[in-house]
């Protein structure tokens, strides 16, 4: 009798711990065979990737989500595999599988396999080969715990780490194909992995990361809840970040242990229809109070978890106007857009989306890119839009939403402004068209042409509206648009000005110009300019009464930015046009001018010199220093052939206040890397950097074709006092090679002079003058002493018993005395310059 009442009891027990299966995800996709961060990776038959290291993990929700009670022991864990392949003939690899519990709700590239895996229990291992196989077919692969670990599920997350190595030696093929594993998009990180060939040391920290959840199935036994449960508080996910009704998933801030749990969720006191799962995903469309009952079946006690206040969705933006160019934004990239916008759609890949980037990284040369803008690429067939955050509208009332566009110069975009009360394309009202398939949007790779767009629109309803940019690649030609400086204002009753242009540049002065809109304004115009390009707040000047504005007291070798708007009356205004760029001219230079290019970023030009392309070819920029063609610094300013178009453009240096009647002497270099093709250059200087200025010819090299560095120096002698700029023109014949100047100095011809003596006579010569490192004596066999003085009549170095070359690349730039002490007493003093 005692017997058989035992036997009943350990039934009964074992009936109260049945196992309980679960699925997490639906197993939407099917992943790429090349994907790290699959289970197991295999991308062919025929690859010699053999090892891998994969985790999984299922979060602290995915867990909840399942009714896996904390507590449960974890019997078996299993993946869908896509795929109808398996191991191959003679193959075997070794299988280990190890869980952790955990409280990451992501995973993160970064740290050893060993550290992750240190504290895990090792929960399957073996050796798959052709008798211990996976599913020759599609379908789930399980692992089933078969060490003597025993896995303990302790209520939040668990990974799984999955170790795939190669038993034996391996023969081609050697499984039957790829394996592809089915997996659901996840909002983090919550698969990762790496792959090789050769085996994957414990100590590899390097992890490509996947956000997707792999489906898993779970095979557990819980024991039954007791007592009273402690659901704690109720947890929100989301939040009135932005204006309308906003999602949330609600769940509990503590899992209960055993099974037998029943969870029954209340919106304001009553219970929510089907609502019995320890999470519920909630729309917020008013003031809302959520809490959950849990009850304990076997002990029937019931607990609530304490409940959550959930706040009223807000209105959208009301204030007006409304920016945003993106410029305030601390971070840029893939996916980053600012706060309550939205992309959507664009195609098979993240890039595919309208995402933020930087100026720097851009291809579009315009003061509105500056810093940030937004860009898309090549949504090709896949329509993609960019919704604003939410505004809100009062009906009957006109607003105005712009902004500005550029293409990459090809054609085959299209595109629409949309007005939506969701910001969900579906049922989206279109408002015009910005851009069509037949146009080639203006600009070509370093395109200047934004291009303005603007709509009004005037909602018959009060409320929460987008507005949204459509685009769509209907080629395969274009690559990318750029966007910038949104705006939405109450219409004004007047337009913006529009072709914003600067003229009369001076070092402290400029004149700005606009043309007026159709219907001029009462109050005339307003004027901001600024050296940042950032958004205009109070207007330098305002009221003006005509269409242009001298400005004064810029500061010289400067960027300035400047916006136009439209006075409509003493309280409004339109929306501001521009900005339009410029740079105030630099300062005059004081001799000795030296221009070597060796502080110069390639392909920049230095600071205050200028170049002008007064034909179709190429024009210059600076370069490093040419192998082929010897007696060039380290960086030289270079003239790039071009294959159809002959060359015609001018470098200017900066300004140089000379005297009529003195005497100067400009020295420079100059060459080509060719004996076979002749390139031209031509030297002279003008009251201006412009073409049409260099009326004083200095000289003119019509045949350069010897792969030399020649050294010039030449005295010129201005007719009259002034501001002068010395212009090189490379206007060599298409298609032909690389020209090159260097090392140009300008002084007075007295300042240049060889040397001058004091006691013998000049016996010896010290060369080149100007010169960059070293400086070279003629004869030193009878110097005792070199001494540098520099011109305020400092000592600045000795050297004894000098050798014929004088390594001086460590003065500053400037004049310096070089005396030399013959070993008779005499003494010799010359004048050079240091570049």
């Not at 100095?745 to 003058?769: F, Q, R």
């Given at each position: 009798m005692k017997k058989f009442l035992l036997t009943c009891m350990m039934s009964f027990g074992l009936g109260l711990m049945a196992q309980t299966t679960v699925t997490i995800g639906a197993g939407a996709t099917a992943s790429d065979a090349y994907d790290n961060g699959n289970p197991i990776y295999r991308s062919s038959g025929t690859s010699t990737y053999h090892y891998s290291k994969s985790v999984q993990l299922l979060t602290a929700a995915d867990l909840s989500g399942a009714t896996?009670?904390?507590?449960?022991?974890?019997?078996?864990?299993?993946?869908?595999k896509a795929s109808a392949f398996n191991v191959s003939g003679s193959n075997a690899w070794t299988l280990n599988v190890y869980l952790k519990n955990s409280s990451a709700t992501a995973l993160a590239s970064g740290t050893s396999w060993d550290t992750m895996t240190a504290g895990a229990t090792l929960f399957y291992t073996a050796t798959i080969n052709s008798s211990n196989n996976f599913p020759a077919a599609a379908g789930w692969v399980t692992l089933t715990n078969n060490t003597s670990n025993t896995f303990n599920y302790a209520g939040n997350a668990i990974e799984v780490y999955i170790d795939w190595v190669p038993s034996g030696t391996l023969t081609s093929p050697y499984t039957g194909g790829e394996f592809t594993w089915q997996y659901d998009s996840s909002s983090t990180a919550q698969a990762m992995g790496t792959s090789n060939s050769s085996a994957i040391p414990g100590s590899t920290t390097s992890f490509s990361t996947l956000s997707r959840?792999?489906?898993?199935?779970?095979?557990?036994?819980?024991?039954?809840?007791?007592?009273?449960?402690?659901?704690?508080?109720?947890?929100?996910s989301g939040s009135a970040a932005c204006a309308g009704p906003y999602n949330t998933t609600l769940s509990l801030q503590n899992s209960v242990a055993g099974s037998g749990i029943t969870y029954q969720w209340y919106l304001n006191g009553s219970p929510v229809s089907g609502a019995t799962s320890p999470t519920l995903n909630a729309t917020i469309t008013a003031a809302s109070t959520y809490y959950c009952a849990v009850t304990c079946t076997g002990s029937g006690m019931t607990a609530n978890s304490t409940p959550v206040n959930l706040v009223a969705p807000s209105n959208g933006i009301s204030s007006f106007p409304w920016n945003e160019n993106f410029d305030s934004m601390s971070s840029v990239g893939t996916n980053i857009l600012p706060s309550c916008w939205l992309s959507v759609g664009g195609g098979s890949s993240n890039t595919e989306q309208y995402t933020t980037a930087t100026s720097a990284g851009n291809s579009y040369n315009d003061p509105r890119s500056a810093p940030n803008y937004v860009t898309i690429y090549y949504p090709y067939s896949n329509a993609a839009t960019l919704w604003t955050p939410k505004f809100y509208l009062t009906a009957g009332q006109s607003y105005d939403f712009s902004f500005y566009y550029v293409g990459d110069g090809l054609s085959g975009w299209q595109g629409d402004v949309l007005v939506n009360n969701n910001q969900n394309a579906t049922g989206a009202t279109g408002l015009n068209t910005f851009v069509t398939s037949t146009q080639t949007t203006t600009g070509g790779s370093n395109s200047t042409n934004y291009t303005k767009v603007k709509v009004t629109y005037v909602p018959t309803t009060t409320g929460n509206y987008t507005f949204g940019v459509k685009t769509l690649a209907v080629t395969s030609a274009p690559y990318y648009m750029g966007f910038d400086d949104f705006n939405v204002m109450i219409t004004p009753s007047c337009t913006e000005p529009n072709a914003i242009s600067v003229s009369n540049i001076t070092s402290a002065g400029a004149l700005v110009s606009w043309t007026a809109p159709s219907n001029a304004p009462a109050g005339g115009y307003d004027l901001y300019y600024s050296t940042s390009n950032t958004a205009p707040t109070t207007p330098n000047f305002t009221g003006l009464t005509g269409i242009s504005k001298q400005l004064s007291n810029l500061t010289a070798a400067s960027t300035y930015y400047v916006w136009v708007r439209s006075r409509c009356s003493t309280t409004t205004q339109s929306i501001w046009s521009g900005p339009a760029t410029f740079s105030t001219l630099c300062t005059a230079a004081s001799l000795p001018y030296v221009q070597d290019f060796e502080s110069v970023t390639t392909p920049a030009l230095p600071n205050c010199t200028q170049v002008q392309n007064a034909g179709n070819g190429n024009v210059w920029t600076t370069a490093d220093a040419p192998t082929d063609s010897p007696g060039f610094t380290t960086k030289v300013l270079k003239y790039a052939y071009n294959s159809s178009s002959a060359a015609n453009t001018w470098f200017y240096t900066q300004g140089l206040n000379l005297t009529g009647g003195v005497q100067y002497t400009i020295t420079y270099k100059y060459g080509n890397n060719s004996t076979t093709y002749v390139e031209k250059l031509k030297v002279a200087y003008g009251t201006s950097p412009l073409a049409s200025a260099m009326t004083n010819t200095i000289a003119d090299y019509p045949s350069i074709n010897d792969k030399t560095a020649h050294s010039v120096s030449v005295n010129f002698t201005p007719a009259t006092s002034g501001i002068y700029y010395f212009g090189?023109?490379?206007?060599?014949?298409?298609?032909?090679?690389?020209?090159?100047?260097?090392?140009?100095?300008?002084?007075?011809?007295?300042?240049?002079?060889?040397?001058?003596?004091?006691?013998?006579?000049?016996?010896?010569?010290?060369?080149?003058?100007?010169?960059?490192?070293?400086?070279?004596?003629s004869d030193a066999s009878d110097v005792k002493n070199v001494l540098i003085t520099d011109v305020a009549g400092r000592l600045v170095k000795t050297i004894s018993n000098p050798s014929s070359e004088l390594h001086l690349g460590e003065l500053k730039q400037g004049m310096y005395l070089v005396t030399l002490e013959m070993k008779d007493g005499s003494k010799q003093t010359i004048k050079t310059i240091k570049k």
């Open positions: 896996v009670p904390s507590g449960s022991t974890i019997n078996s864990i299993a993946y869908y959840r792999y489906q898993t199935q779970l095979k557990f036994t819980s024991t039954p809840c007791t007592g009273t449960p402690n659901p704690g508080n109720t947890l929100s090189f023109n490379a206007y060599s014949d298409a298609d032909q090679y690389y020209l090159y100047v260097d090392d140009i100095s300008i002084n007075t011809a007295s300042a240049l002079a060889v040397s001058e003596i004091s006691g013998t006579k000049n016996t010896i010569k010290v060369y080149p003058n100007p010169f960059s490192e070293v400086l070279n004596i």
